[in-house]
T-cell receptor, first 116, second 114 residues
Framework: GAVVSQHPSRVICKSGTSVKIECRSLDFQATTMFWYRQFPKQSLMLMATSNEGSKATYEQGVEKDKFLINHASLTLSTLTVTSAHPEDSSFYIC????????????FGQGTRLTVV | AQSVTQLGSHVSVSEGALVLLRCNYSSSVPPYLFWYVQYPNQGLQLLLKYTTGATLVKGINGFEAEFKKSETSFHLTKPSAHMSDAAEYFCAVSRNSGNTPLVFGKGTRLSVIA
């Protein structure tokens, strides 16, 4: 089956620093990747959609300057949380889609970010 | 716009009893429907999905769900609960393509009592 690898699985960083999360499709080319955020004991909310080689499309209320998304290749998308603050602490999860002919996108394992 | 409503944020069943988790959706286009399970501090695991065709969908670990267009429902069932089924369950909807994002319900936490 299709495998999406997300790294790191857990990260703790100091307030004011930046953190990069990687999402890789290991055995297929991902034309589109999605980034979601999950607050404790809540559901997943879409943050942004990225297409390879294009700028990401952010959902309303998501700060594009804080959450930088890069989708430079068909197998890698990155989410960088810039100048992180404790309120950015959350579970971030990506999913990757191989294109229109596929019925689902495949999820990474998620990243638990804790900002101290 | 699409939306998902999961009735009951917490469901508790006895081991061996029927599991029924309810999901209703709203979609202006033919939907794709999904059920995912999430164990604590882990990612999402796909249980089953409905795209087209047979409305009764069988998934992993003995779960199944039936797409009822007239009721806009996609309830998840399992005949006999196991302790290992205790987890958070999410129903999700997307437009009829894997290239579109998912809209998730708020989730239902399933507890299984010995």
């Amino acid at each position: 089956g299709a495998v999406v690898s997300q790294h790191p699985s857990r990260v703790i960083c100091k307030s004011g620093t930046s953190v990069k999360i990687e999402c890789r499709s290991l055995d297929f080319q991902a034309t589109t990747m999605f980034w979601y955020r999950q607050f404790p004991k809540q559901s997943l909310m879409l943050m942004a959609t990225s297409n390879e080689g294009s700028k990401a499309t952010y959902e309303q209320g998501v700060e594009k300057d804080k959450f930088l998304i890069n989708h430079a290749s068909l197998t890698l998308s990155t989410l960088t949380v810039t100048s992180a603050h404790p309120e950015d602490s959350s579970f971030y999860i990506c999913s990757a889609s191989a294109g229109q002919g596929f019925t689902e996108a495949f999820f990474g394992q998620g990243t638990r970010l804790t900002v101290v | 716009a699409q939306s998902v409503t999961q009735l009951g944020s917490h469901v508790s069943v006895s081991e061996g009893a029927l599991v029924l988790l309810r999901c209703n959706y709203s979609s202006s286009v033919p939907p794709y429907l999904f059920w995912y399970v999430q164990y604590p501090n882990q990612g999402l695991q796909l249980l089953l999905k409905y795209t087209t065709g047979a409305t009764l969908v069988k998934g992993i670990n003995g779960f199944e769900a039936e797409f009822k267009k007239s009721e806009t429902s996609f309830h998840l069932t399992k005949p006999s609960a196991h302790m290992s089924d205790a987890a958070e369950y999410f129903c999700a909807v997307s437009r009829n393509s894997g290239n579109t994002p998912l809209v998730f319900g708020k989730g239902t936490r399933l507890s299984v009592i010995a």
